[in-house]
């Protein structure tokens, strides 16, 4: 299945002050603030403390995250976290958290690069189970089979796309599937990966039955506000997702 989500706990320690973080990729997250996945600070812990910053148009309150689920990505996945109210800071992580594969780094910014934010020495997280950091903060990256999890999918063609009108939406939503191609099925996912509803009355054409290629989600009274993911899926085993917030 196309869906997967691996994160790990860092703790932050400054003196007796310990700040708790968590990174890891989504398969519905993205390179912003993403709702029901990343957690904002909502209150700036006291004392020496770590987060992951954020830059996001669509939601400019929220700048500080205490836990950062990134996009996959078929190249390197990038964290950087600042370091701030302290010195001597130390992050620590349980090994057995990481991934079962690829490659997971985590390095210091060099303070004498400011403001360009140069890491020269990096970690390998499966080695070291801590980093000690004057001050400032660093970079977590990831390389490899984490960053799309065991069984990779087949890439889809470059003309297979997927829309969904109105997004957020809190009746109903528009699905509609890119002229000329052919889906096998169409299905709905919550958040924590289950299968919560199929579309999958299509015609030889591989439209949705007396719709001309835009088909209707109107989930029940049983369904909560929250992410769900609409994922087509051809007949050549190709897929494609798409992000979608169910508002009551």
């Known amino acids: 299945m196309g869906f997967f989500r691996w994160g790990v706990d860092i703790e932050v320690v400054c003196g007796t002050n310990i700040t708790a ?7 519905i ?5 993403d709702p029901y996945i990343d957690v904002p600070y909502f209150t700036i812990p006291g004392g020496g403390y770590g987060y992951f910053p954020i830059d996001d148009s669509l939601h400019p309150g929220y700048t500080m995250l205490s836990t950062d689920y990134r996009s996959p990505s078929h190249e390197k996945i990038v964290w950087g976290f600042y370091l701030e109210a302290g010195a001597n800071f130390v992050v620590r992580w349980e090994l057995s958290d990481l991934p079962d594969s690829g490659e997971i780094s985590i390095g210091a910014y060099n303070v004498d690069s400011l403001p360009n934010l140069v890491v020269d020495d990096w970690q390998d997280m499966r080695t070291v189970d801590s980093i000690a950091i004057f001050i400032l903060g660093g970079q977590i ?6 960053i799309f999890g065991i069984g990779e999918i087949p890439p889809p063609p470059n003309d297979f796309r997927i829309g969904a009108y109105p997004n957020p939406f809190n009746s109903a939503v528009s699905i509609s599937v890119g002229e000329g191609l052919v889906p096998s099925r169409i299905e709905i996912f919550d958040i924590a990966g289950r299968m919560v509803a199929e579309l999958s009355h299509l ?3 591989g439209c949705p039955e007396g719709t001309g290629g835009i088909l209707t989600w109107q989930p029940d009274e049983s369904f909560g506000s929250g992410v ?5 899926i051809t007949h050549s085993g190709a897929e494609v997702t798409k992000r979608v917030v169910f508002l009551k």
Do not use: H, I, Q
């Open 21 to 27: 973080l968590t990174f890891g990729a989504d398969s």
């Open 203 to 205: 015609n030889k054409g």
């Open 29 to 33: 997250a993205t390179g912003g603030y």
């Open 141 to 146: 990256t990831a390389v490899g089979s984490p």
């Open 228 to 232: 769900y993911l609409v994922r087509v």
